[in-house]
């Protein structure tokens, strides 16, 4: 069976799909229609509901895993889902939500292990105490919790994505600028974007939902750092060790207009910056890339300063 | 005994200074003389101690107390002192450095007081705990510490005399716009520089000399959360007051460039942030004008944007 | 009887509104309908006359006092009016436009008389009389003239609520900052927006309704300075404190990327910018929050560089 | 007699100088100096006076004319002038002071009746009669006033030359583009800085020496303004040709960080300002090129951003 | 017969239009139809096909010449089109394409010549034949070029016409500002866009489509001096020549934000970009203000910083 | 023998130095006395030598190599120079001037190889010969080239060294991103700065002495396109990746204003100028540092924004 990705105006499938956005309108005429945003892991389309009643709009909400009945039709150069018949998934049909999110490329067990194993690698007993200790708080929702609300690494374990990808270019790199300290190197990056965990809520699959208090009034680099000096404090580090630490965290945003009051002030809180950048900019790339044919360019990006990327 | 501020070129006097900076030169003629700023709690004078040897060079350092035997000379338009004699005042001389320190207008112990009696004032018990308990911790250094290296306040009990003004106008403010919460208002204005007792180095006398190692990774603003959240963990502070407190901090130097990666997001904090900044603005105007005379213009001055101001 | 805007979908209502704004719209069936937004002093909802004429778009125009027989309809999660009947109000319906305009919380009268009682403090005789003969030629319209078209103050009497709160707060200031010139401080604050009674056109019932010319090519600032240099001319006001007062007007705006091509360059022309900015900040701010839950945060808010407010 | 200009160090000469600058200074051996900065016309040199006496700095101060016996001398890769004898110029050393000041390359004369003519162009009565009297007020300042402290047009006559030329570019522009209104543009550019006779204090002999008061608290634009405000209405010129004419002034330095609150807002304001900044550019250009050789660079010149001009 | 621009609501006509823009949209009902853009030489209006079907999409596509009759009505206060009939004009019906595209004032040939006699005058054989070489290059397309997708002088033969107006302005400059080089001045004012030739794609009746690839990654001044480079070394010219050449390319654009990395370093260079600049705000700002009445605001101009214009 | 570097105030030595930079001065008394300042290799300290002559400032000039008798002093606070003797080293004395000069840490024939290794890995043949074209045009002086006047690498063989060590870190980034296309990254890492070549002159020893004039007018990025546009054509390459390589060197400063107009549109343009910030700034990071005591700060560094470096 052909995926819904790959038909033609005209043509009907039945498929799963999870509802990500809903907005119920209505007709000149009066009558109601849900204008739905549903996808799978593969991709999303938009889809019509028409003569909706009261009910349906009360069941098909957003993060709602539904089977659908449809036909593909064009609407302004788009493809679009005129939807015949729909209903909520039941646990007989055998589809799992978790299957419906996009998702980071590694299975999150994998990338867990990556993550003890740099950890492991920390010379300094205090300081990969602390670590251990603040990864061991963060407890499972560091397997599935997206990096962002919607910029890079909005996937459901996107975060965890985000930090071994760092941790591995950052090996690298230390391999050829080798005066750098990869205590310091693996310890700030596997914390930099940990209390994200704390600033953006997310559901049980691995979808931001919206900013949390604490997140919108302090924001994850303070609090990072409360967390880390709460813990190095439990654990014992060092003075020192503590502060170079809280400072990776404050600085790693570089600009004061992106949060950080306080730019790097030695290399590996420099170099840590450019691995997050870096490692942003591949992942935004890419995925406009993705989507994008040979020898033509992306949209305007707005991720990228409304760059528009030339598809080699 | 007219005081040597007052004197004109070719008079004499004998008066006791705090050397300020001293810089050790040579003629080209290959003889070492002393470019001395010393100064007293009224203003300072550049002096010259001609044909020095080199343990003049290092007995007359920066905050020293010494006596003086000179003349008034005029040089390229400005009065300038030619040092006869010099000495470290003894202690037989009964001068006390403290006399010649620049120094907030009120007595320390009268603002501290009136500091404790805005505390007292607020009603919420465990609010008040915290800000007594980090009144307490600060100490005896609170009543003398200035609170700048060179900019607004650079006086000793600078710090103090800035926070007590600032509850005065809050006060005053909270009158007028009276759905402010003064609790929080109060206990904002008594933290919100707390921590400049860490950030920035001050000896004894009062007179700031280097930021802290940590100060300058951090900032008083990120050292000053580290301190509530601790003391409001130990005093029990619910986490809503913790966090709008530590937002408070956050957010009072208002301009990401400034070092506040948040802006204020209620009254409370908005207001935190004009009391500050129109207190460093009325210290630095009211300074320099009184240096002017009336109908001229100051020089440009930096901490104004290079303003000149105008002296009616 | 319960006011419209506690009602719940499906209850009915007749009430009196003042329209606000209209667009005629069309469905795809070729009807006409009205989109109306209309509200009362109180607050402000949209309703839509279906099957409109052409003589119903001439009729409900913008600032036509109605008398609306209606019910509360659910769209898109927000109450909406489905109106039944429609009509202008007519005399006999003893209702008066004025009580269907968001307007100062306290009577313009109460106002004016406190802002003659600061001016009558001002103790430099031909100062006190340049400003009352500006007051004076201002004549009525300051007791209904808003201070915007949209942003803070968008009242009925908003000009003279923000003016005189302004002088309160400026009276409270000048009891911490003592040195601080009344004279200058309470006329600069009387005339700082006097000028937009020229510059902003508002209706007898004191809704802006655009810019006028001069506003457009002059701006308030200069503006006012236009009229400063001829009623001191007329009363005779020395050169030294008109030059003071006009530059007051011109630097209070304070950056120049907001209209002032000078930065206040005297201690009372720095606060009068202070008051000024704090009272539109504490109005946006009480307003945004008096519209939002506890616990909750507003929407981002553009008078605000797009901020989200915390409602503790 | 070749001029002191051409001389090679070695070689003596007698001749008069303006003096600029004069600095009193002192040899470590305690011996008084005057390092004067002297020049005519043509160019300028430093100069040193030693052995100097009290009544030598008190005789040669600024904008003194004197008669100098010196020997050219090679300091650090520059000449410089060792002066054997000076004394002020007599009445009857037949020398005028006028000839020693940077001045424009045209006769006042001239460049004033080239004003009028284009003033005499204007069609409109009451406009043309608005300008004359602004003229008529300037006076005899308008012959030698500067156009500025130390930028472009910092020569004698140097407000004349700039506002001539821009007249003569502006009628050239406007018969490229004919929809120009050349009424609006001539009277723009006599009174676009005419003010600056108010804002800038100049001596007898056309070199600024401050800022006035007003200039500071004001600045030339706003000046402009009342001046074109209170012309206007003793001659009885329409309002809207005063506003717009007092809208070009106002919007003539275009940017709000150089001191115009709003942008030019009909093609005339427009090209007022491109005709003010290409002349300051042209004038500033080709002064730095005529003293630089070519194929080479300029110094960083910082009236043009610090760029390095080349010279072909 | 009138033209349909000066038609009332309820007249009917039959006209020629060229189609700009289309969009397929479809009512609450189900039914589509098409919102067309169309337009002619003088002006262009918004038009509706109901009920259209499959192949009216496919067919009324941009850029295609129509015959339609239709009939005048209005919605929400503007003047629209409803469509009758409509047909693709044939070639029987004698009208032609170019007609019907807004289009420069003068004719391309006149415009033409004109070019190559500034071209003629160019004294250095050699630069004279590098421009005619890239001229010739050019060929037919300058005849039409438009000179941008949508600011100024987005018209058939805008890119001609733009350059020709500069020509002219800068031969009256140099009247004024003698020391300006004429060649370089009128060789880089012809060089100066051509590269929009290249930079811009346009159709055949000079309506520009979309950027080239090469236009995306290098933009117009890389691409010019890339063109510069090599007709110099075809045809000989001296280094020096063809180096500023390039640099007033590279420069004209002024601000680095604008793509200019390299600000002008020379009077001729200067010049260029203020005739650039002045010859687009003039274009703009007659555009603007032809469609709008005297004494009235136009609407914010985003090509001119969202200013409004004001019509005389 | 100990280093001249570890000697303390009156020890004497012999030693060769490198002359950087000579002032001549003169003593209050009319002496004359050459200010110089000297080093090798390792470091540079000033001397100053008392009583010299004309021929002396004749002789001693930069980058003359000396052999000096002398001793050390202190001065303010630092150590300096007291001359006895100097005199130019000769033939005999055995010492070669590149030993003299600050060098990168490897010899430039083994980072000259490593250069073609990651040349010869680039495998599309026609991409390979444009870059072999152009490193062979470039010849020995890429073997000494520093990449800057006085930022980073301003040592003998830099533009060689940061090339390498980029190649190198690109390297290892492209196992992480593994979608990197190696050729273009290896070809444009190659490439980016080669132009420095002809942008900057240096000396034989490898001391950058001052840009060039096309330097100056165009700058090392679109030099360095027009060498890459003039070698594709001659080797035959495509026009695609022709393109692409040029807009790496256009954009790779990435902000316009740090000289690139166009922002990187595909990964390895991205990737280019991340190794190339991260190597200026490990470089600076790592010298500043290197000069540093243990737990102390450095002074601001203005090639790092003013930041202070912490040194671990």
């Known amino acids: 069976m052909k995926h819904w990705n790959t038909l033609k105006p005209g043509e009907s499938f039945v498929a799963f799909f999870l509802i990500r956005r809903v907005e119920s309108k209505t007709t000149s005429g009066g009558k109601s229609y849900l204008d739905i945003v549903m996808g799978d892991a593969v991709g999303e389309i938009t889809a019509r509901l028409w003569d909706s ?9 957003n993060n709602i895993l539904v089977k659908v009945k449809g036909s593909i039709v064009e609407w302004q150069g788009k493809k679009q889902v005129k939807i015949d018949k729909i209903r909520e998934a039941a646990d007989t ?11 980071a490329p590694h299975s999150p067990q994998d990338m867990y292990a990556e993550l003890l194993a740099y950890m492991s690698r920390i010379e300094n007993d205090k300081l990969r105490e602390t670590v251990a200790l603040l990864i061991e708080e963060a407890g499972e929702s560091l397997l599935i919790h997206p990096a962002a ?7 459901r374990s996107g975060l965890l994505y985000h930090t071994v990808t760092m941790l591995k270019a950052g090996e690298k790199l230390a391999q050829v600028y080798s005066f750098l300290d990869t205590d310091l190197l693996f310890a700030g990056t596997i914390l930099h974007d940990l ?6 809520k997310a559901n049980e699959i691995g979808i931001a939902t919206e900013y949390s208090c604490q997140g919108q009034l302090l924001g994850h680099l303070v609090q990072g750092i409360l967390k880390i000096e709460k813990a190095a404090r439990t654990v014992g580090l060092d003075e020192e060790t503590t502060l170079l630490l809280e400072h990776m ?5 570089y600009e004061p207009e992106f949060g950080s009051p306080k730019r790097p002030m030695f290399p590996e809180a420099e170099i840590l910056h450019y691995l997050d950048i870096m490692d942003a900019r591949m992942f935004d790339m890419q995925k406009a890339l993705s989507e994008t044919e040979k020898g033509c360019f992306t949209d305007k990006l707005w991720t990228l300063d409304n760059r528009r990327l030339y598809k080699r």
Chains 1, 2, 3, 4, 5, 6 share one sequence.
Do not use: C, M, W, Y
């Not at 009643?53 to 909400?61: P, V, W």
């Not at 609300?149 to 996937?155: I, K, P, V």
């Not at 209390?195 to 953006?200: Q, S």
């Open 53 to 61: 009643k009261q009910e349906d709009a009360l069941r098909f909400t």
């Open 93 to 103: 049909d055998g589809v799992s939500i978790q299957d419906f999110v996009p998702t």
């Open 149 to 155: 609300l919607q910029n890079h690494h909005a996937l």
């Open 195 to 200: 209390a994200k965990l704390d600033e953006i």
């Open 249 to 253: 965290l404050l600085s790693h945003h």
